[in-house]
């Protein structure tokens, strides 16, 4: 149930979730964010963490099954999305700021949202809402017909008269198409704690992780954990 992940982060910061070493024993992860020194032997093409000082511990989410349900995909997301030894503070100040979060409050499903659209963005991956990405028609012209469609081939909007044969598109709502926006421009502050209303949820979750999915080519083993999880609290998280 624990997985275990070696994140490739500059600085030599790492974070750190250690996975059992057998079954049987219970789950000891570690959820903390420690400073590794790195070193690499020459031709040999793999790094050895050598020394480790903690810098911060997520007891929060250690002591939470749905808040390790969380935190394990914001790691899995980072892990996929980041290539090993690239440059990454942002990302790391990203994942700091959202595992601090979950560890003092409770899990929204919102913040998965959040974190996804702020990942996306970091990769150059942001989804282009708006205007149509054909017709060009912006939010402004296209507020009388207000059900849009989104394209996670293209991670572009295309707007109703467009959208035959645009290839597989998710319908969303004008409201959402320019709630993804606002959040992948918002300063990080600002972001936690952002409330969507019950469409723009139901409507950027059958939208975000299927996107990512395309993106990365698979499904996250967290993400299916996080939906059986949610179904089982009866909240809603996944995809
Ligand atoms: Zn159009």
């Known amino acids: 149930m624990v997985m275990r992940y070696t994140l490739p982060l ?14 049987k024993k ?7 964010a420690e400073q590794l020194d790195f070193f690499e032997r020459e031709g040999a093409g793999l790094m050895r963490a050598e020394g480790c000082d903690l810098l911060h511990s997520f007891s929060g989410i250690r002591e939470d099954l749905t808040k390790l349900f969380y935190g394990n995909y914001f790691l899995e997301l ?15 100040e990203l994942l700091l700021s959202f595992l601090s979060g979950l560890d003092e409050k409770e899990p929204e499903e919102e ?15 942001r989804p282009h809402m708006k205007s149509c990405s ?30 035959k044969n ?13 709630l993804i926006e606002r959040i992948s421009q918002m300063e990080i502050s600002k972001i936690h704690r952002f409330k969507f209303t019950v ?16 993106q990365l080519g698979k499904q996250l083993k967290s993400l299916k954990m996080l939906q059986g999880a949610s179904r089982g609290t009866g909240r809603e998280a996944g995809g």
């Open 134 to 163: 054909l017709c060009k028609k912006d939010w402004d012209d296209l507020r009388n017909s207000p059900t849009v469609f989104f394209s996670f081939e293209k991670g572009v909007l295309v707007c109703e008269g467009c959208s």
């Open 78 to 92: 980072v892990n996929e999305m980041t290539a090993e030894r690239e440059e990454g503070r942002e990302v790391y």
């Open 166 to 178: 645009s290839g597989p598109l998710i319908p969303l709502s004008l409201g959402t198409a320019r």
């Open 26 to 32: 219970p789950a000891e992860p570690k959820f903390t």
């Open 199 to 214: 469409q723009a949820l139901q409507e950027s979750r059958a939208l975000l992780p299927r996107f990512i999915m395309h």
């Open 111 to 125: 913040i998965v949202r959040v974190f996804e659209i702020r990942m996306l963005s970091l990769y150059g991956y």
């Open 10 to 23: 500059p600085l030599c910061l790492a974070l750190a979730l250690a996975a059992p070493a057998e079954e």
